[in-house]
């Protein structure tokens, strides 16, 4: 007898599981390991990992990385009807950047208990803004915590 295999019934894991795979990439360019990618009608349009070390930029995390490639290829600052992931809560510099795109929903895995904004530390007022927002975390939240603390773990070794 074969064993059944299981798919996931949460359209969120395949996205996040490639915005995981970008924060593998950018572990292994020396960076903290954040990825993300932006979705568009279920395809991925564009992908980025934190490279602010690389490239002496600190405004060059992974969401800024994925919202600047998703703009260029769609040839607009409105990245309206897109779904942005990221593999952790995004900072408050991340979050506004992702309201001027106007994303339509933002998923992300692991709380920032440091610099999240979206609820961990700063709480943005997101529904004082003039931009709806979706939000969703804690998708995939034990994988994206994992891969930082092992990150940081051989870091301190």
Do not use: W
């Amino acid at each position: 007898m074969r064993a059944k295999k299981i798919f996931s019934v949460d359209p969120d894991v395949r996205p996040m599981t490639s915005a995981l795979n970008a924060a593998v990439a950018a572990a292994q360019g020396g960076e903290v390991p954040v990825g993300a990618v932006i979705v568009r009608e279920g395809k991925i349009i564009a992908r980025g990992g934190n490279r602010p070390i690389r490239t002496s930029d600190p405004t060059a995390h992974a969401e800024i990385a994925a919202i600047r490639a998703a703009a260029k290829k769609a040839g607009n600052y409105r990245l309206t009807g897109c779904d942005l992931y990221v593999t952790v809560e995004p900072c408050a510099m991340c979050l506004g950047a992702i309201l001027q795109a106007r994303i339509r929903r933002l998923v992300y895995g692991a709380a920032d208990p440091k610099a999240g904004a979206v609820k961990s530390i700063v709480r943005f007022p997101i529904h004082k803004t003039n931009h709806k927002l979706e939000i969703r975390g804690g998708v995939m939240a034990e994988e994206s915590a994992a891969l930082l603390r092992s990150f940081f773990r051989a870091r301190r070794s």
